[in-house]
């Protein structure tokens, strides 16, 4: 099956994939399964199947699955009308019914011949029924075109990534069949780590200051969206671009923090920020070290 | 040694099945762990548990198969049960009078003195009437002639057992468990009406083909209208006193209904013990919309679905103002109103979260179940109620 080595995803430059991370990408690698991910927005897992790619050196195939996506459109269409149209017009060569077959992301990723990574994201988007409709696919990595009564199969099995938010529950049988991995969010040191990535030139100073911040409205209660990674990574190209500077001190005050709005997006978000910046000092709060 | 692991989890619920182990099996024999514990902690955590909410019980199964952690708590009273009723002996037999006094005992009751057993046993006591224990009348254990007991054997012998604690093998294919919000969505999807709706995009072959025969081969594109459900349901629940038990399953109903995205309209109203002349879109707020506008805007065209258990006082259906609701000024009771709503909603069913078999108990139930056709909220029963509203 698979001529490939364990232990050859290890994140890339502009990727900091934890040593977790790391090893579910090399199992779903070797047991040739769906690499299911989950975790709060904004912890990269979109990122991660175009590292994986990037690292790996394969094609990406991207599969975006929007509330109207059926299982059948990510094989194929068989595109009647032109076909028709062709017919009246004489255009084009009408004989051939595989002219006017066009493969969805998945065909392509089967019929493509190398190995590439598919990336089928945001799965929970689709009707519930849609990762059951997909089961037989993923598993065989082959399909029948009825028109041509023809099977499409993956000479090499892709490596399949699948990206969900949670919003609807995933059938058992096809979690049953997939690795899983739910990324947590970083913690301060991963985070600089990150942050290094995509800034090098960043001084020691803006970061200890930006990650302190962040981390500090995060930890703010109540707030309906947490700012996430590429918030923070927005924050700072702006922070950067502006040159703006950051308040001194270990207590920053709400007011003093440039371009907030890259963090919290939310009317709502705001308004509880500032009634917690606006509260008055107390002691059982005072674990919460920041906006007092 | 991996075994362990397997059962361990299985102990904490984590739902493991025999082709994720397999796969487990098929990585270690490729080497995937990289012989390092670490690598294979994430190795069998990415192949056996795939929600987070599992993610603790698994750091603890895998502490105590594989580096001495301590047993979690329940993990470790279901292990000291099993050792007290090691080696059991054969039921005694009961006197009739004893048999029906004790078939009478509740399950209620049974639990809250299992629980204190529990709390108070500390070794093994076999054939007697009092502790958990093999052989006695006690209603604990296993191999007892208790009527009503609770058996922690997977064997039933001895009395009907009224719930086999631990020893749920066959849980999951049990047809009337209560529901997760996935499988309640599925059984929502039969609920469905598909009629031509939209604009005429949908390309219509056969009747393309027959108008282009027709047409001695000029062809002509026939569109025609996507089908689309038109079933518009409208969800009305009890809230709050004697539904507060069930409003987990009621909360899971509704976020199926909400997030299925499936119907052609789906609106909810909730009430509190019995619907009187207002309906509320929001209880804690009162915000309310009164049910003789619901009824006329609704009725007929939507299919009406009411969650409760219908377990009221007989006064709070029957008697005019029988209700402690603040803002009832009306006359009409309950019962009258419900009754408009049966007469105005063809197509209606009453989903109970209370079990079948205590329908009876309660004076009202009956009373309700005759004006809406009843069922209970369990997989099985909301399949009933499905095709009743077709």
Known sequence: ?292 | MFLALYHSLRALKVPVSLTEWLTLLEGLAKGLHNDSLEDFYYLSRSLLVKDVAYYDAFDQAFAYCFKDGALPDDLATREKILEWLQDPRMPRPFSQEELDRLKALPLDELLRQLEERLRDQKEAHNGGKKWIGSGGTSPYGINGSHPSGISFSAERQGGRAALQAFARRYRNLRHDLTLDVRQIGVALKRLRDLRDSGAEEILDMDATIEKTCRNAGEIDLIFGRERENQVRLLLVMDSGGSMEPYRDLSERLFSAAHGLNHFKDFRAFYFHNCVYENLYTNMETDEFVPTAEVMREYGKNYRLVIVGDAAMSPYELMTPHGTLERYRTSSVTGHEWLRQLSDAFPKRAWLNPLPETYWNQYETVPTVAGLFPMFPLTLEGLGRAVRQLH
């Open chain 1, 1 to 292: 099956m698979s001529n490939l080595q364990f232990h050859q995803f290890r994140g890339t430059e502009g990727y900091v994939a934890s040593r977790a991370l790391q090893d579910v990408v090399n199992v779903a690698i070797a047991l040739e399964r769906p690499l299911l991910l989950k975790g709060e927005p904004g912890t990269g897992k979109t990122l991660l199947a175009h590292h994986i790619a990037e690292a790996l050196d394969m094609e990406i195939i991207l599969w975006n699955v929007k509330s109207t996506t059926k299982a059948r459109d990510g094989l194929y269409t068989y595109d009647t009308v032109q076909r028709l149209n062709d017919a009246r017009f004489g255009d084009g060569d009408v004989k051939d019914i595989r002219h006017y077959i066009k493969y969805g992301p998945l065909g392509r990723a089967f019929a493509s011949g190398k190995r590439v990574v598919l990336l089928i994201d945001e799965v929970d988007k689709a009707d519930i029924e849609f990762p059951n409709d997909l089961l037989f696919e993923l598993d065989e990595m082959r399909f029948h075109v009825l028109e041509t009564d023809e099977w499409v199969k993956a000479d090499q099995r892709p490596v399949v990534i699948v990206t969900s938010n949670s919003e609807k529950e995933l059938p058992d049988a096809f979690l049953r069949r997939c690795v899983f991995h739910y990324i947590d969010f970083p913690d301060e040191a991963q985070m600089r780590a990150i942050i290094e990535v995509h800034f090098p030139d960043l001084g020691v100073e803006l970061m200890g200051k930006a990650c302190k911040i962040f981390f500090g409205l995060r930890e703010v209660p109540g707030l309906r969206k947490r700012p996430s990674t590429s918030e923070l990574l927005d924050w700072i190209r702006v922070l950067l671009a502006s040159g703006a500077k950051l308040p001194e001190g270990d207590v920053p005050s709400l007011e003093s923090v440039p371009f907030l709005g890259a963090l919290v997006k939310m009317q709502e978000d705001t308004e509880t920020l500032s009634r917690h910046a606006n509260r008055p000092a107390d002691v059982r709060t005072a674990g919460r070290r920041f906006f007092s």
